[in-house]
């Protein structure tokens, strides 16, 4: 079954800045075939970006998703105070779905 | 709007099983996923499976194989997980999630219930 590694395990950053948040997958079987989620503490995740790149419903234009091979990132252009959280990506395409074991990004 | 409403915590005993439900409305249940993902206290994210409402399929991870049970009742736009011989490192928030998927593969989920909380302990 694919692993999908998430790195860093923590990003620490202020408002203002960029943030760059990496996803590699052992194998994929679609180099688009990858989701991103956000979560914040006591809450469930929500939807950011399917397809590797495109923007769920209602998602800023400061989040961008970005593949090259069976690595994917995240950028958050300039961090809002509500953007600090867990961020987990998901890979589909096989039978079940797999998640990474997320990022956190603090301030 | 698209919403996913849960049922509330549970206690239960090792050993015990636990239904959880989950109630859909604002989009069409029958022509979607619903999946079942569980997060233990400070640990990430962990797919259980999903079931096709339409076609009423089911896919289970190997780890739940034989304990776990997903069902959906399309009449009142509610589906169930039912979790069988519950164990302490089965306590964990327990999300439901509509699932975009293609053919019989599950793709992502893009909208989440709130979470059922389900502690195991003697």
């Known amino acids: 079954e694919p692993v999908l590694t998430q790195s860093p395990g923590t990003l620490s950053l202020s408002p203002g800045e960029r943030a760059t948040l990496s996803c590699r997958a052992s194998q994929s079987v679609s180099s688009s075939y990858l989701a991103w989620y956000q979560q914040k503490p006591g809450q469930a995740p929500r939807l950011l970006i399917y397809g590797a790149s495109s923007r769920a419903t209602g998602i800023p234009d400061r989040f961008t998703g970005s593949v090259s091979g069976t690595d994917f990132t995240l950028t958050i252009s300039r961090l809002e105070p509500e953007d600090f959280g867990l961020y987990y990506c998901q890979q589909y395409g096989w039978s079940s779905l797999i998640f990474g074991g997320g990022t956190k990004v603090e301030i | 709007q698209v919403q996913l409403v849960q049922s509330g915590a549970e206690v239960k005993k090792p050993g015990a099983s636990v239904t959880v439900s989950c109630k859909a409305s604002g989009f069409s249940f029958n022509i979607y996923g619903l999946s079942w993902v569980r997060q233990a206290p400070g640990q990430g994210l962990e797919w259980l499976g999903w079931i096709s409402a339409f076609k009423a399929t089911t896919y289970y991870t190997q780890n739940f194989q034989g304990r776990v049970a997903m069902t959906t009742d399309t009449s009142t736009s509610t589906a169930y997980l039912e979790l069988r011989g519950l164990r302490s490192d089965d306590t964990a928030m327990y999300f439901c999630?509509?699932?975009?998927?293609?053919?019989?593969?599950?793709?992502?989920?893009?909208?989440w219930g709130q979470g059922t909380l389900v502690t195991v302990s003697s």
């Open positions: 999630a509509r699932t975009q998927f293609s053919s019989t593969l599950p793709f992502y989920l893009d909208y």
